[in-house]
């Protein structure tokens, strides 16, 4: 499939809007007009004075045409708006398929209703905006205004001063099969772990200073990766402990680790975790079937899921999120059905339901997965439907290139129990100081609203060897808001 322009440069939103319907395989921007014989599967996008015309055979041998006109009261943002309504229209027609987000492709749809939201919008101007101007569906207007509505508190909360820290572990007792993380078996990097978690201690050291001499109040801790709890214990305990030694937690609102895989949970590592003041974990078996584990590369079973969710409320865990993935390999909307009822049976606090995405650093391809596209939307609607009938309601919402049927992540969580955490990072609320290999610092100005991005080194050897490196980066923090060198730390120099 190709996507020609002419007389604009709107390539890369069409594009992302084409490969909505066309999972798994290449949408190609071209600059100009299609040759005369150009085959089957292209559109011409073309904007000629004050006129949008998008023609073309996408599939098979019907052409098509669509025209529209620029406004003039129409921004550059509204003309490249229109180009995508058009393009959603002649595909949905041209294929069958009708993605429920419409035209809108980032990853945080939500925002967009927020900002809506803060400006006055009333529930009619946005079902106006959203379903009728974004094509988006009855049902993920719904959910979508259900989050924003569900996070409007925990948002009003952060203030100027506010920070989380995220703490990234990145290694795993197995790779699934779709994972597209950092993420190294715990048998090739065994011998890498001691001197990973001296660094890890190192720069949450050097972090804590930083946040201090800019006045900043630490209100979220989470530890993600990978799968923290594959650590030892004692290592646990030493990060934890570096932690509540150099940050002010006296403030923290929530604090998470993810107990993510069942297999790596002991009750020695629960207590370490729930010593250090952790009040939330995960504990993600994805599916409840180990026919399903066994096709995406986990080597635990339901069983053991069931015995850690066990072990964790004997530990005096109390509030528990679990993952399922909707859409993986051979699972069936049976299968899919159950491990949601069985999840519900075990009442947590946080359910998140996620649709399987492909990535192309994944061992998974897009082959394997397309044989769940026909399925998966039954899968996340029932999902939807049978959490929301058990008491729960969606809090933070995502969407991420390459999932099936452009469909959602959400979490779902009983009311009082939405992890901070996650709410702030999908709204950019405020700024993360991430620690750790692949981590990701996102900074989040007070004032002018500016983000700006600082990255660790991608895999754990790298963040080890060019340790140094990764301090002098830390350093953009204090810059980012407004410190000049004077006023940093002599320990941070």
């Known amino acids: 499939m ?46 000629d004075g004050g006129e949008l015309r998008v023609s073309g055979c996408p599939c098979g041998d019907k052409h098509y045409r ?64 959203f379903t009728g101007g974004c094509l988006m569906s009855e049902e993920r207007f719904s959910l979508a205004m259900q989050t924003a509505k569900a996070q ?26 779709y994972c597209s993380f950092v993420s190294h078996s715990v048998e090739k990097a065994a011998k890498l772990l001691p001197v990973y978690v001296d660094r890890l201690c190192e720069e949450l050291r050097y972090t804590a200073e930083i946040a201090s001499s800019l006045g900043l109040s630490l209100r979220t801790v989470y530890f993600g990766g990978g799968t923290p709890t594959t650590l030892l214990p004692e290592q646990l ?38 010593a250090a003041g952790a009040d939330r974990i995960s504990i993600n078996p994805q599916t409840l079937s180990d026919s399903v584990l066994g096709a995406i590369g986990r080597k635990h079973t339901t069983r053991q899921t069931l015995e850690a969710f066990a072990l964790a409320r004997s530990c005096g865990c109390d509030n528990i999120n679990m993952d399922l993935i909707a859409g993986l390999p051979t699972d069936t909307p049976e299968g899919f059905r159950a491990s949601v009822d069985g999840i519900l049976a075990l009442a947590p606090e946080n359910i998140t339901v996620h649709t399987l995405t492909v990535k192309r650093s994944a061992e998974m391809t897009f082959e394997r997965a397309r044989a769940e596209l026909a399925m998966v939307g039954d899968m996340v609607d029932y999902a939807r439907n049978a959490v929301q009938a058990a008491g729960y309601r969606p809090y933070y919402l995502y969407r991420q290139n390459g999932s099936l049927s452009a469909l959602e992540n959400v979490g779902y969580a009983k009311p009082g129990t939405e992890g901070f955490y996650n709410v702030y990072i999908m709204d950019e609320t405020h700024s993360i100081f991430a620690v750790g290999a692949g981590a990701s610092t996102k900074l989040c100005h007070p004032v002018t609203g500016e983000i700006k991005r600082i990255y660790n080194y991608k895999y754990p050897y790298e963040y080890v060897d060019r340790f140094e490196t990764v301090k002098e980066r830390k350093l953009e923090i204090p810059r980012f808001y407004g410190y000049d060198k004077k006023k940093i730390p002599e320990t941070c120099l």
Request: net charge negative.
């Open 237 to 274: 305990s030493r990060i934890c402990e570096t932690i509540s030694a150099c940050f002010d937690t006296k403030n923290v609102w929530e604090y998470t680790v993810e107990a993510g895989r069942p297999d790596t949970i002991t009750r020695k590592k629960l207590e370490v975790i729930r």
């Open 152 to 177: 409007k508190e925990l948002l009003c909360r952060s203030t100027p001063d506010s920070f989380s820290l995220y703490v990234s572990i990145p290694f795993c007792p197995t790779r699934c099969a």
């Open 66 to 129: 669509l025209l529209d006109t620029v406004q003039p009261e129409d921004r550059q943002n509204d003309v490249e708006h229109k180009f995508g309504v058009m393009i959603y229209r002649i595909l949905s027609d041209a294929t069958g398929i009708r993605p429920p987000w419409g035209v809108l492709t980032g990853i945080r749809p939500v925002k967009l209703f927020a900002s809506r939201m803060r400006r006055g919008e009333d529930d009619g101007a946005l079902r106006a905006h």
């Open 2 to 47: 190709t996507v020609f322009l002419r007389g604009h440069h709107f390539g890369y939103e069409l594009q992302r809007v084409a490969q909505m319907f066309f999972f798994g395989e290449k949408v190609e921007i071209a600059d100009g007009e299609p040759e005369a014989g150009q085959p089957d599967g292209y559109l011409f996008a073309e904007l």
